[in-house]
Nanobody
């Protein structure tokens, strides 16, 4: 059974930074595009960032471009999300996920996901 565990969430003030990590086991990590999505109460799930299996291509939601950076370490089976210049509207539960799709529809084709880590950004 695939296990994905996010960490690194917390509470920060606007303008601050956080680095999320996601460790994965029992998954052929290098075969999957890996992404982060977020969800907050009353809002739809939003794909935040996606990185190709090779790590040489990335995609970001317009809302986080220039502020967030996704990366992966295939040897460690770990996914990262560096979040800078955080805004109150970034407040959400953040989930890492695996998909065989690298493209705009990746969020509709998830093969595995974690339990999430909460990010709270205060004004």
């Amino acid at each position: 059974q695939v296990h994905m565990a996010e960490s690194g969430g917390g509470s920060v003030q606007a303008g601050g930074s956080l680095r999320l990590s996601c460790t994965i086991s029992r998954l052929s990590f290098e075969d999957y595009a890996m992404g982060w999505y977020r969800q907050s109460p009353g809002k739809e799930r939003e794909g935040v960032a996606l990185i190709k299996w090779s790590g040489d291509a990335t995609m970001y939601a317009d809302s986080v471009k220039g502020r967030f950076t996704v990366s992966r370490d295939n040897a460690k089976k770990t996914l990262y999300l560096q979040m800078n210049s955080l805004k109150p509207e970034d407040t959400a539960m953040y989930y890492c996920a695996a998909s065989l799709v690298y493209g705009g529809s990746w969020l509709k084709s998830l093969d595995a996901w974690g339990q999430g880590t909460l990010v709270t950004v205060s004004p």
